[in-house]
Structure formats: C-alpha cells, structure tokens
C-alpha cells in the first residue's frame, strides 16, 4: 500500500477511537467531556472558555512510539472558533518518558507544552481562533522546546458548518523530514538541521489538544512505523 510516497504495511497501533472502551489508557491532562455519539471520540471543554488556557486540555494516547512514524486520523469539526493540535515525539527534554513523575505536572495550559520541561513537535490544524486565522487558514508546525514557527502551509479544512464528513489526516515524520497531510494532500514539508530549532527529535508519544470552545471528533487513529 503506497500512501504520502511511502510503501505503508501493516500498522504497529491502530485504534477505532469509536468507544471509551478504546480510550481507557489515554491520559488527559486538563478537563474536557468525551463522548462518542456518533462512534467517533468527541471531544469538548468541560470549563468555560472564558478561563482561557485553563480551559483548554490534551489528551495523550500512551503507546511510546519511534522516530520513524507515519500517524493517520479521521478529522471532523463540528463546532468553533478554536482551534486543534497533535502533539507527536513528545518526551521529557532529558530524553524522559513524556509520563515520568520527575517532570513538572501538566493541566493543558499552553505554557507548560512549549517552554515546560519536555520537547516536542506540534501541528496546529483547523485553526478558527482569532480574527486573522480565521480569515486566512494554515496548519502551522512548531518545535520545542521553546515556540519555534518551522512551517506553514494551508488548511484545506472547510468551516464547521459545512465540513458535513471527516477529513484523514496524516502526519509523516521520517529521518529530519516531517510533512503534514489532509486527504493525502501535502499540505506542508519541515527539513531540519538539527541546529537551528534545537536538536533532532526521536521518537515520543502523540496527543490531540483542543481549544476552548472547539468541538471536534476524532476516528481510526492508525500509526505506521517506517
């Protein structure tokens, strides 16, 4: 099977995201409301969005995965503004495992996942927060430690309203490439040199984060090694 030019065999995770059943083990930092009325996972705050980023929450799926991955999931927003983001080679800036007791506790205050103590790659997607995103839409890619804009493409993502199907999302990172992708559209390309934005990043564990008052689902989450 040959998807995002590479050859895809069979995935080393794979999860329906279609009951709390399948959720069991994830880990959520923050508060939110899972439900799964359509069988996709839903996720939306459980605080008002006006606490700001206190509002706002990820949830980790626990699997340890390794640097060479290609992670496809069904996207479908259902209401806005907000905005949602991957998490993916997340562990502590030590080379910690992401759950480790010695790093600082996280509640899914920004904050804490770009100048906290772990390191990490993180897409942003489907992004209707403020005026500007919402008049121009692009997925943008950040590395951290530290907030660092790598990459920019756009967001093919129609508003809520009319997104009436899921998208499938794909997010390939490869050796010191990672690319971004929405119904096998190449949306964006990072090269990086290992110096400029910090180190290369191995592998690590994925979280899907969202922003106060976004509601979105989520389904066949599927992860490749490479």
């Known amino acids: 099977m040959i998807r995002y030019g590479l050859e895809?065999?069979?995935?080393?995770?794979?999860?329906?995201?279609?009951?709390?059943?399948?959720?069991?083990?994830?880990?959520?930092?923050?508060?939110?409301?899972?439900?799964?009325?359509?069988?996709?996972?839903?996720?939306?705050?459980?605080?008002?969005?006006?606490?700001?980023?206190?509002?706002?929450?990820v949830l980790w799926c626990p699997v340890e995965f390794p640097a060479d991955?290609?992670?496809?999931?069904?996207?479908?927003?259902?209401?806005?503004?907000?905005?949602?983001?991957?998490?993916?080679?997340?562990?502590?800036?030590?080379?910690e495992d992401l759950f480790d007791a010695a790093l600082a506790?996280?509640?899914?205050?920004?904050?804490?996942?770009?100048?906290?103590?772990?390191?990490?790659?993180h897409v942003s997607y489907f992004r209707r927060k403020e005026m500007d995103e919402r008049a121009f839409h692009t997925c943008?890619?950040?590395?951290?430690?530290g907030f660092h804009l790598v990459a920019q493409g756009g967001d093919p993502i129609p508003d809520a309203v009319e997104a009436t199907q899921p998208y499938r999302m794909a997010l390939v990172k490869r050796g010191n490439e990672v690319a971004f992708y929405c119904n096998e559209l190449e949306l964006f390309r990072f090269v990086d040199d290992g110096q400029t934005y910090?180190?290369?990043?191995?592998?690590?564990?994925?979280?899907?984060?969202?922003?106060?008052?976004?509601?979105?689902?989520?389904?066949?989450?599927?992860?490749?090694?490479?």
């Open 8 to 57: 895809l065999g069979e995935p080393m995770y794979q999860n329906p995201l279609a009951c709390a059943e399948d959720i069991r083990d994830f880990v959520l930092e923050g508060q939110a409301v899972i439900s799964f009325p359509k069988g996709r996972m839903r996720l939306e705050n459980a605080l008002a969005s006006q606490l700001g980023q206190k509002a706002n929450y």
């Open 69 to 95: 991955v290609c992670v496809e999931w069904d996207f479908q927003p259902i209401r806005e503004p907000g905005l949602c983001i991957l998490f993916f080679a997340a562990r502590g800036i030590h080379g």
């Open 105 to 121: 506790p996280r509640t899914g205050e920004y904050p804490l996942y770009h100048h906290g103590d772990i390191n990490a790659f």
């Open 140 to 145: 943008n890619l950040r590395k951290s430690y």
């Open 198 to 226: 910090g180190p290369l990043l191995g592998g690590g564990k994925i979280g899907f984060r969202q922003l106060a008052p976004l509601i979105g689902e989520y389904a066949d989450l599927k992860v490749y090694a490479l």
